[in-house]
């Protein structure tokens, strides 16, 4: 249970910087986001945040 808000957060992350993403790339349209390159610079590193975070919250506690 303790793992779950990271796990959510993060694929919540992960999806939002996708969509983005292919907003400013212009391959899903209907908003102001739509072919605007920022986005396509803001997508993906929203996205990297959320896959590091799933990463993180995966690999577990180092063992020494």
Not at 16 to 30: C, D, K, M, P, S
Not at 46 to 55: D, I, P, Q, R, T
Request: no cysteine; net charge positive.
């Amino acid at each position: 249970m303790k793992k779950a808000l990271p796990i959510a957060f993060g694929l919540l992350l992960t999806v939002i910087g996708v969509v983005w993403a292919l907003q400013g790339l212009g391959y899903v349209g209907g908003s102001s986001m739509s072919g605007k390159s920022i986005w396509a610079i803001i997508g993906p590193v929203v996205a990297a945040f959320g896959v590091s975070l799933l990463y993180v919250t995966f690999r577990g506690p180092r063992k020494k």
